[in-house]
C-alpha cells in the first residue's frame, strides 16, 4: 500500500512519522518470518503492539482519551478509581493492617488509574502503602510514573517502577489489571476437520493476511470445546501466565483482573468469527492486519480457560461478575452520592451522574475476576507482614 492509497484511507490521514513507523515494523515482520512467510499469530500481536519503537504502545498513538485511541472506565469518572481504593482498604483491614501492603498494577498506561486509587488511599490513610507500577510501554511508564508520583505526595506512599508481578519476589497486597488481558497476545484457531488448527499471519510486500498454519491440529493444551467447521476462537497463553505468575507471588492479599470477555461457551456460540478488532482514534478497522503498529488489537478475554488457570495456580476464586456488580459491591452508590453533593451546581452534578451510569451499563461486556491465594489471612501472618 503506497502513501496515497493510505492517506485515502478511512482511518487516515497518516503522518509522514506513522508512514515511516508501519514501513519499518513491516520490515522488521518480514525478517522474523523468514523463511516461510508466516508468523504465529501471537507473535504478530505482540510485534504490532509492543516492538521497541515501533508498536503501537510504543507510540504516542497509544495516548488514551478523546484525542487518544481509546476510553477507559478510569476515564469515564474518578469513581471507578476509588471503588477499587474502597476495596484494597477493605483488603487491608482484612490481613490486619500489613506494613507494607504493596499494590501491584499491572498494565499502568498513563496512570489515570493509579492516580485515581493513590488519591483515595491517601485521603483514607492507609499505612505502609507501596504502589507498583508495571507499564511495558516506555513512554505510557513514564508518564504514569510521574503522575501517580504526584498523588502520593505528601504522603508516605511510596510509588515506583516495575518490570512485572513477580520482578521483586513474593509480596502480600493486591495486583490490579485493568483492560491488561484483552491487549495481551492472543492465538487463533480455526475448527477444521473436526480438530482445531492454528492460524498464523502469511506476511510480504503486500497486505497481510490470515492463513492456516501447516502441520498437526493444535496442541491438547490449547484446543477449546467442540465448534461447528470453520469457527474461529482466541486463546492467550499469556493471559494464564500472567495468572500463574500472581499464584506464584502473591503471599496474602487479592488480584482484581477487569477486562471484557465471556465464557467459552458463550464465545464459540456467540462469535463464530472470533473476536479479534481493531482500533485507531476510536473508530474500528476494517482490516486489523493492515497498519501493522497504527492499530490497538485486542480479543475478549475467555474467562473458562482464565478461571481454570487460576484454579491450576493455585489460587481461589472470591467472587466473578459484571463490572457493574463489582463497582456496586464496592461503594459505587455511597461514592456517588458524596460526589453529587460536592457538585457546584445541577449541570455538574448531571455530569456526575451519567458519568457513573456510563460506568454501570457503558461498560456492560466487562467482567471482574477476584482471585487470592488459599488461606491469604495466615500468609499474610505468616510473612510477618
Do not use: C
Given at each position: 500500500?503506497?502513501?496515497a492509497?493510505r492517506?485515502?484511507?478511512?482511518?487516515?490521514?497518516?503522518?509522514?512519522?506513522?508512514?515511516?513507523?508501519?514501513?519499518?515494523?513491516?520490515?522488521r515482520?518480514e525478517?522474523?518470518?523468514?523463511?516461510?512467510?508466516?508468523?504465529?499469530?501471537?507473535?504478530?500481536?505482540d510485534?504490532?503492539?509492543y516492538?521497541?519503537?515501533?508498536?503501537?504502545?510504543a507510540s504516542?498513538?497509544?495516548?488514551?482519551?478523546?484525542?487518544?485511541?481509546?476510553y477507559?472506565a478510569?476515564?469515564?469518572?474518578?469513581?471507578?478509581?476509588?471503588?477499587?481504593a474502597?476495596?484494597l482498604?477493605?483488603?487491608?483491614?482484612?490481613?490486619?493492617?500489613?506494613?507494607?501492603f504493596?499494590v501491584?498494577?499491572?498494565?499502568?498506561?498513563?496512570?489515570?488509574?493509579?492516580?485515581?486509587?493513590?488519591?483515595e488511599?491517601?485521603?483514607?490513610g492507609?499505612?505502609g502503602?507501596?504502589?507498583r507500577?508495571?507499564?511495558?510501554?516506555?513512554?505510557l511508564?513514564a508518564?504514569?510514573?510521574?503522575r501517580?508520583a504526584?498523588?502520593?505526595?505528601g504522603?508516605?506512599?511510596?510509588?515506583?517502577?516495575s518490570?512485572?508481578v513477580?520482578?521483586?519476589g513474593p509480596?502480600?497486597?493486591?495486583?490490579?489489571?485493568?483492560?491488561?488481558?484483552?491487549a495481551?497476545p492472543?492465538?487463533?484457531?480455526v475448527?477444521?476437520?473436526?480438530?482445531?488448527?492454528?492460524?498464523g499471519v502469511?506476511?510480504?510486500?503486500?497486505?497481510f493476511?490470515?492463513?492456516e498454519?501447516?502441520?498437526?491440529?493444535?496442541?491438547?493444551?490449547?484446543?477449546?470445546?467442540p465448534?461447528?467447521?470453520?469457527?474461529i476462537?482466541?486463546?492467550?497463553?499469556?493471559?494464564e501466565?500472567?495468572?500463574?505468575?500472581?499464584g506464584?507471588?502473591?503471599?496474602?492479599g487479592?488480584?482484581?483482573?477487569i477486562?471484557?470477555?465471556?465464557?467459552?461457551?458463550?464465545?464459540?456460540g456467540g462469535h463464530?468469527r472470533?473476536?479479534?478488532?481493531?482500533?485507531r482514534?476510536?473508530?474500528?478497522?476494517?482490516?486489523?492486519l493492515?497498519?501493522?503498529?497504527?492499530?490497538?488489537?485486542?480479543?475478549?478475554v475467555?474467562?473458562?480457560r482464565?478461571?481454570?488457570a487460576?484454579s491450576?495456580s493455585?489460587?481461589?476464586?472470591?467472587a466473578?461478575r459484571?463490572q457493574?456488580?463489582?463497582?456496586?459491591?464496592?461503594g459505587l452508590?455511597?461514592s456517588?452520592?458524596?460526589?453529587?453533593r460536592?457538585a457546584?451546581?445541577?449541570?455538574?452534578?448531571v455530569?456526575?451522574?451519567l458519568?457513573?451510569?456510563?460506568?454501570?451499563?457503558?461498560?456492560?461486556?466487562?467482567?471482574?475476576?477476584?482471585?487470592?491465594?488459599?488461606?491469604?489471612?495466615?500468609g499474610a501472618?505468616?510473612?510477618g507482614?
Amino acid at each position: 500500500m503506497d502513501a496515497a492509497e493510505r492517506d485515502s484511507d478511512p482511518l487516515g490521514p497518516f503522518t509522514d512519522a506513522e508512514r515511516a513507523r508501519e514501513s519499518a515494523l513491516r520490515e522488521r515482520l518480514e525478517g522474523l518470518a523468514r523463511p516461510t512467510g508466516l508468523l504465529r499469530f501471537d507473535r504478530f500481536v505482540d510485534e504490532a503492539l509492543y516492538a521497541e519503537g515501533l508498536g503501537f504502545y510504543a507510540s504516542r498513538a497509544a495516548s488514551i482519551g478523546p484525542r487518544g485511541a481509546f476510553y477507559t472506565a478510569p476515564r469515564v469518572s474518578p469513581l471507578f478509581a476509588r471503588a477499587i481504593a474502597a476495596r484494597l482498604s477493605e483488603e487491608h483491614g482484612r490481613l490486619g493492617r500489613p506494613d507494607p501492603f504493596t499494590v501491584v498494577e499491572v498494565g499502568a498506561g498513563d496512570g489515570t488509574l493509579a492516580a485515581g486509587v493513590i488519591g483515595e488511599l491517601k485521603r483514607r490513610g492507609l499505612p505502609g502503602v507501596v504502589y507498583r507500577l508495571v507499564e511495558r510501554a516506555p513512554d505510557l511508564a513514564a508518564e504514569a510514573l510521574g503522575r501517580a508520583a504526584e498523588a502520593a505526595a505528601g504522603s508516605p506512599i511510596e510509588v515506583r517502577p516495575s518490570g512485572s508481578v513477580g520482578a521483586e519476589g513474593p509480596f502480600v497486597g493486591a495486583v490490579v489489571a485493568n483492560e491488561l488481558l484483552d491487549a495481551l497476545p492472543f492465538r487463533r484457531l480455526v475448527r477444521r476437520d473436526g480438530a482445531w488448527r492454528e492460524l498464523g499471519v502469511a506476511v510480504g510486500p503486500g497486505p497481510f493476511t490470515v492463513e492456516e498454519m501447516t502441520g498437526p491440529a493444535a496442541p491438547t493444551d490449547l484446543a477449546l470445546g467442540p465448534a461447528p467447521e470453520g469457527t474461529i476462537a482466541e486463546i492467550s497463553p499469556a493471559s494464564e501466565a500472567f495468572v500463574r505468575e500472581i499464584g506464584d507471588h502473591l503471599e496474602a492479599g487479592t488480584a482484581l483482573l477487569i477486562d471484557y470477555g465471556e465464557e467459552e461457551e458463550r464465545l464459540l456460540g456467540g462469535h463464530p468469527r472470533g473476536t479479534l478488532a481493531a482500533v485507531r482514534h476510536h473508530r474500528a478497522a476494517p482490516d486489523p492486519l493492515a497498519h501493522p503498529g497504527l492499530l490497538d488489537l485486542s480479543a475478549f478475554v475467555n474467562f473458562t480457560r482464565l478461571r481454570a488457570a487460576a484454579s491450576r495456580s493455585g489460587l481461589s476464586e472470591t467472587a466473578f461478575r459484571s463490572q457493574a456488580e463489582a463497582l456496586l459491591a464496592w461503594g459505587l452508590e455511597a461514592s456517588l452520592d458524596a460526589e453529587a453533593r460536592a457538585a457546584r451546581g445541577a449541570e455538574e452534578e448531571v455530569r456526575v451522574r451519567l458519568a457513573a451510569k456510563n460506568l454501570l451499563v457503558g461498560f456492560d461486556r466487562f467482567k471482574v475476576l477476584e482471585l487470592a491465594p488459599p488461606d491469604a489471612t495466615a500468609g499474610a501472618a505468616r510473612s510477618g507482614r
